[in-house]
T-cell receptor
């Protein structure tokens, strides 16, 4: 079946540091890939997505490129802020059994300190 | 953009009672909605896929009689936790598909 593996956290960075959160996936066919963010006490919000190989999703300074050859979708940001502290989930969606399913990674907690 | 409203955001109930959680798509129609459960420090687990006008499709290991799902209209799906017990305490999140997957804000259920 499908699976998503992302780096364990927590990841602690100083403000303005460079961020990378690794995400690799296993899936049949051609899944769409997503990054979601969950701020403390809130639900998930879509951060960015990519629907085909070599697509780059970007939003709020975050980027991720759909790499089919390495089955990866790593999240990056050049300069993190304290307000970026949250849990980040990598996810994929694909059709299985006739309907679309979403598979999530375990989430990576990011802590940005001033 | 697409908005999904989930209510209530938190609820405390006594063991043995039932709790209903609502999930509404506010500005789009969703023939399919999804219900997830999130355990502490763990990922979201898909519980069931809710299809408008038909029975929900439950994931393996999810008790259909305990987690009742009703998708009566194109904008509303409900999850009812029946005869709740402390082990049902969790964070429940719904989502609906528009151009992406829009999530509700989640419901924190505590069973005492």
């Amino acid at each position: 079946g499908n699976s998503v593996t992302q780096m364990e956290g927590p990841v602690t960075l100083s403000e303005e540091a460079f961020l990378t959160i690794n995400c690799t996936y296993t899936a049949t066919g051609y899944p769409s890939l997503f990054w979601y963010v969950q701020y403390p006490g809130e639900g998930l919000q879509l951060l960015l997505k990519a629907t085909k190989a070599d697509d780059k999703g970007s939003n709020k300074g975050f980027e991720a490129t759909y790499r089919k050859e390495t089955t990866s979708f790593h999240l990056e940001k050049g300069s993190v802020q304290v307000s970026d502290s949250a849990v980040y989930f990598c996810a994929l969606s694909s059709y299985s059994g006739g309907y679309q399913k979403v598979t999530f990674g375990t989430g990576t907690k990011l802590q940005v300190i001033p | 953009g697409a908005v999904v409203s989930q209510h209530p955001s938190w609820v405390i109930c006594k063991s043995g009672t039932s709790v209903k959680i609502e999930c509404r798509s506010l500005d789009f129609q969703a023939t399919t909605m999804f219900w997830y459960r999130q355990f502490p420090k763990q990922s979201l687990m898909l519980m069931a896929t809710s299809n408008e006008g038909s029975k929900a499709t439950y994931e393996q290991g999810v008790e259909k009689d305990k987690f009742l799902i009703n998708h009566a209209s194109l904008t509303l799906s409900t999850l009812t936790v029946t005869s709740a017990h402390p082990e049902d305490s969790s964070f429940y999140i719904c989502s609906a598909s528009d151009y992406g997957y829009t999530f509700g804000s989640g419901t924190r259920l505590t069973v005492v």
